[in-house]
């Protein structure tokens, strides 16, 4: 716990003092607890954005549902699990916070680890933006270190598109619903905490295989989630606008100096 107030404290300049706040500090700590790791830690990219007070934290999880699964020339340890609100951000390959209390997003690629024992850990690229309503959409590509060459170019990364949007009209109602494109792999669940920890699903997606070659056949396809594309829709340039370059996506960016995600205007 020490470790992971001091990462919210680096950022924020205070401790974390509720369960909000501990979910974002559980998300910014720098280590890996589980042995299987062996000490090596996830990369973290994070940005700030506009607070909106009384949404709570928002918890995505991307994580492999079997055991093992196949990347040639060995397995790949998976997650090994099923959806579960209270979920470690440990154990999934890729997670996603989106704190509307403090105003920040987190995303945490966890390491990777082989069937002969090796591990390799490495950084999501990830951009994100938001909308007045305090809508916000992440775009995120995470590619396994232990991939074959060329895994980017036959599109064997997890990447998707996910938008966030506040639908609730009365301040202090937390009430999130989630839309976008994503892989077909692997799995994918979301949850609302609002600020006394009460957590509620936002959106559950199963891997289209569970099975040890559901990576290398689905990764490379694509579908819609929650309210699909059409929640895109509204953070796309608008190429008639001569600055329509202000609103490009910002990267996020090392916790020792966030940038601040770009308001589509």
């Avoid at 938001?130 to 036959?154: C, E, I, K, L, W």
């Avoid at 994503?182 to 509620?200: F, H, W």
């Amino acid at each position: 716990m020490r470790a992971s107030a001091a990462a919210f404290e680096e950022i924020f300049g205070r401790e974390p003092s509720g369960p909000v706040d501990w979910k974002t500090a559980e998300a910014l700590n720098p280590n890996s607890y589980d042995p299987k790791y062996q000490g090596v830690g996830p990369g973290i990219k994070v940005a700030r954005i506009e607070p909106v007070p009384g949404q709570g934290v928002v918890r995505a999880a991307l994580y492999i549902p079997a055991a093992e699964v196949f990347n040639a020339p060995h397995y790949d340890l998976g997650d090994d699990r099923a959806e579960v609100a209270n979920f470690d951000p440990e154990h999934a390959r890729v997670v996603m916070y989106v704190d509307y209390e403090n105003g920040l997003i987190v995303t945490r690629q966890n390491p990777s680890v082989d069937s002969t024992g090796q591990v390799r850990v490495g950084e999501p690229e990830v951009q994100a933006q938001q909308r007045p309503d305090g809508s916000v959409m992440v775009q995120y590509d995470a590619v396994n270190p232990f991939a074959p060459p060329g895994a980017s170019v036959t599109g064997h990364t997890v990447n998707g598109s996910l938008v966030l949007q506040p639908t609730s009209g009365n301040p202090g109602t937390a009430r999130i619903i989630a839309g976008g494109e994503i892989t077909d792999y692997p799995s994918v669940e979301i949850y609302q905490d609002n600020s006394a920890g009460q957590s509620r699903p936002v959106l559950i997606d199963a891997a289209d295989s569970g099975s040890a070659v559901g990576p290398l056949f689905n990764l490379p396809d694509y579908h819609e989630v929650g309210g699909g594309r059409a929640m895109m829709d509204p953070f796309k340039a608008d190429f008639d606008d001569p600055n329509w370059e202000r609103n490009r996506p910002t990267n996020l960016g090392d916790p020792d100096n966030p940038p601040t995600v770009v308001m589509v205007r």
